[in-house]
């Protein structure tokens, strides 16, 4: 009996070595999403710069493309915002949709002005109900959608050159032979 008193912490304290050992060897930038492989939520967006037009994902079918979810506020997209300028005169044939995220869209159409606009389109909400829909957990969050409208893939992180050679591109180019 006295052994046993001994034997459940120590079991207790194997098990969470285990799970914080694991964790050791996991992505931080890659966290899961409940949407992956699951169509895109059903989202209706007003156009940034024509705010009488809204947006929704449908008219996206048959396209792969990517929806960034950024802010003016947000230091981590101020990193990735240059890159994505840099990769779409670069060529970049992939649509991008910006999606504003908890931001005011007149801060937003400023940066885009002054910074450059790597965005095909540019959406934005007031609400967060699209945002929530998305599970947004953080900004910069970028989803890979395929041509039949499905999530493929989230980086929650900023898109710079080792995500984007190591994750994104390569995706991209499956998702566009397939």
């Known amino acids: 009996m006295k052994a046993a008193k001994y034997l459940i912490p120590f079991a207790i304290f194997v098990f969470l070595a285990g ?11 890659t966290l899961p999403s409940a949407l992956i492989e699951k169509p895109m939520p059903k989202i209706e967006l007003r156009h940034l710069f024509e705010p009488e037009k809204t947006f929704t994902a449908e008219e996206m079918k048959g396209k792969v493309w990517m929806m960034n979810v950024w802010a003016t506020w947000c230091v981590p997209c101020k990193q990735e915002h240059p890159y994505l300028v840099n990769l779409k005169r670069q060529g970049l044939k992939t649509p991008i949709v910006g999606f504003v995220y908890k931001d005011q869209p007149a801060a937003a159409a400023k940066m885009l002005r002054q910074s450059g606009n790597p965005y095909d389109l540019v959406v934005y909400e007031t609400e967060n109900k699209a945002g929530l829909d998305l599970g947004v957990t953080g900004v910069p969050e970028t989803f890979i959608i395929d041509k039949k409208g499905v999530i493929r893939g989230k980086v929650s992180y ?21």
């Open 158 to 178: 900023p898109i710079l050159d080792d995500l984007w050679f190591g994750q994104v591109k390569p995706l991209l180019e499956q998702l566009e032979a397939e």
């Open 19 to 29: 799970f914080l050992f694991k964790g050791l060897y996991l992505d931080p930038r």
